[in-house]
């Protein structure tokens, strides 16, 4: 099971990179692109149904676009799961429904609900004992040891640093496999993390976001395990969508395909040989 897989990564000298999807086109390009993992960005389905990352979506849907996901690649599934949706009967729940669907790992944080992308204002925090009650309630309820629980901390944008330091030291102490300590504001700020962490770490990387970017090769020698980029297909996605519609408006002429990407080769992208051969069992 992919699933199996990611503490596997972890372990490895290699940056575990999980570029941001948000259906299973984005899935499958991040597959066949070679990547090892995939992460279900909050932002990019939120987006993918017509609203802003404002914790606007529930459980159930998040859940069920995992799946949809999950079921698209072979490759282990890192996904957002906000606050855990409540408290920690919830987040019991939560850690169940996600990991019935085959999701390898979810992230939980420590903001109130309804929460905010992690890189704009105004984000207000639980209290540390109430996030760590969270997390206890997330390592309780998995089924499976493999499935990995990341403590996502949002405390730097709200008390400082040192606050959301302490917060997933404690998340750690509590059972969970990975920190995230998100929004890091400066360099200084992003290789002393994995410095003062006691345990493994992810870093995300948002493009136009407060934290800095950097060389992935870079991060994997500051001390990171994984590193998520949440729009790595959904800021490119919308940029060549508006240029494409841009130039059809304006020209009137509907541009033939790139080479190789006829209709039957934009179908075996997604399996088409698979069920051709299916087919052909039964002729």
């Known amino acids: 099971m992919p699933k199996n897989r ?19 086109i984005t ?7 070679g990547f090892p993992a995939v992460y279900m960005t909050g932002a990019g389905v939120s987006a993918s149904l017509g609203y802003p990352d404002y914790g606007l979506l529930t459980m159930s849907e998040m859940v069920e676009r995992a799946a949809v996901i999950a079921n698209a690649v072979s490759i282990p599934l890192v996904s957002d799961a906000d606050t855990g949706y409540g408290n920690e009967l919830n987040v019991t729940r939560t850690v169940r429904e996600f990991e019935s669907r085959g999701v390898a790992a979810i992230h939980i944080e420590d903001q109130v609900s309804p929460k905010r992308c992690g890189h704009l204002e105004g984000k207000e925090l639980v209290s540390r004992g109430a996030f760590v009650a969270k997390i206890r309630a997330a390592v309780a309820a998995r089924r499976d040891p493999d499935f990995v629980i990341i403590a996502r901390s949002d405390a730097r944008a709200v008390n400082g640093l040192d606050d959301a330091i302490e917060r997933v030291n404690a998340a750690l102490d509590a059972g969970a496999d990975l920190a995230f300590v998100e929004s890091p504001v400066s360099r200084e700020e992003v290789e002393a993390i994995p410095q003062r962490v006691r345990g493994a770490c992810l870093l995300n990387i948002v493009q136009g976001g407060k934290t800095p970017e950097y060389d992935l090769r870079e991060v994997r020698r500051m001390g990171y395990r994984m590193a998520i980029v949440p729009g790595a297909l959904l800021v490119p996605a919308i940029v060549a969508g508006d240029a494409a519609l841009a130039e059809l408006m304006a020209t009137r002429v509907v541009a033939p395909p790139p080479v190789g990407l006829d209709v039957r080769q934009l179908f075996r992208r997604f399996g088409a040989d698979e069920w051709d051969a299916i087919r052909e069992q039964f002729e």
Request: no cysteine; aromatic share 4%; glycine share 4%.
């Open 6 to 24: 990611l503490k596997q990564l972890l372990d490895l000298p290699e940056l575990v990179v999980a570029p941001g999807v948000y259906d299973a």
């Open 27 to 33: 899935a499958r390009l991040v597959q066949q692109a």
